[in-house]
């Protein structure tokens, strides 16, 4: 197959195995280009994306720009905070107004799940989802499954990867239990009831709130973010007695690992609450793929938008 079934990358929902093994095939030689001294090929030169951000990012913001500039395209950024979204213009009165000025592609994201589906149905271009709300987030999935082949072999049928957190507000861990069930692999959440929604078992995922058992089970470990900014503001905390309590139960240790007679993968999409989730000596250890998977997040966001453009 050379060829995505999809024209939009809106959600890992959409995808079969094939769209996710052309964009991990296409992801490595795209890796191999970024590891020459001259990291930057012409392949999206006649290509204009805009990246329009409605909400905070980082790593994918940066990542999905490094990846346009490596593939020559020329870019647009837009965040929503200074932008005329401020004085109530609508989303797609935003978006027409950015392809008038003639853009080929759209990165995205936005606070509300679904607002990418929204946009694909009224505008006439490409739209990749960088993040809806706590819908999907397809291109984390995407370099996560990548990152887990890279240290577990390329086969992820029958490896057991444990999601481990704040399942309820998470994007991240939707995407990734999708992308890792395409792939045959056996996914478990874990993490205390009240931050694991009652449908996940629907979802054909086991279920666990007890992180020490889990540990034992897995191969490998996505630890998650608590995101209290969706629990009612920063310091606002509804779902669990306090943070201290919170990592007592849930907190990745050193203590944790060493009662376990092998290495664990380590995986976390950040940004890390260090000494919370996840201690430092763990996030910095030798078993971390935390900056494998930054690196990878460049090569794969090149793949996907390489190969949606050919569509
Ligand atoms: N993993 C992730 O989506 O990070 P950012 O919010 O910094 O983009």
Not at 128 to 142: K, L, R, S
Request: proline content about 4%.
């Amino acid at each position: 197959m050379s060829e995505l079934s999809i024209k939009h990358l809106l959600g890992i929902r959409d995808m079969t195995r094939d769209d996710l093994e052309l964009i991990f095939k296409t992801t490595s030689e795209f890796k191999e280009v970024l590891n020459r001294p001259i990291k930057k090929v012409p392949s999206l030169r006649d290509l204009t994306v805009a990246n329009l951000f409605f909400e905070n990012s980082t790593r994918t913001r940066l990542s999905f720009e490094l990846a346009q500039k490596r593939l020559s395209a020329d870019i647009v950024n837009f965040s929503a905070s200074s932008s005329s979204v401020k004085k109530g213009e609508t989303l797609v009165d935003t978006v027409n107004n950015i392809l008038a000025m003639k853009v080929d592609m759209v990165v995205m994201r936005h606070p509300h799940p679904g607002a990418p589906h929204f946009l694909s149905k009224k505008v006439k271009t490409t739209i990749i989802n960088a993040g809806d709300g706590t819908h999907e987030h397809p291109t984390q999935a995407i370099l996560d499954t990548f990152s887990l082949r890279e240290k577990l072999g390329d086969d992820l049928e029958g490896k057991r990867i444990a999601i481990v957190g704040d399942i309820r507000h998470s994007r991240v861990a939707i995407s990734n239990i999708l992308a890792l069930q395409l792939l045959g692999a056996t996914v478990r959440v874990c993490g205390p009831a009240t931050l694991i929604p009652k449908h996940m078992s629907d979802l054909g995922v086991e279920v666990s709130h007890d992180l020490d058992e889990t540990l034992i089970w897995a191969d490998a470990v996505n630890m998650l973010r608590i995101q209290l900014e969706r629990q009612g503001g920063p310091n606002s905390i509804a779902f669990f007695p306090s943070i201290r309590e919170y990592t007592i139960g849930f907190g990745l240790t050193q203590q944790r690992l060493d009662k376990l007679d092998k290495q664990l993968a380590i995986l976390h999409p950040g940004p890390i609450n260090r000494g919370v989730e996840i201690s430092s000596e763990i996030a910095d250890g030798e078993h971390s793929v935390i900056l494998d998977q930054v690196e990878n997040g460049v090569a794969s966001r090149m793949a996907v938008m390489y190969l949606l453009a050919r569509q």
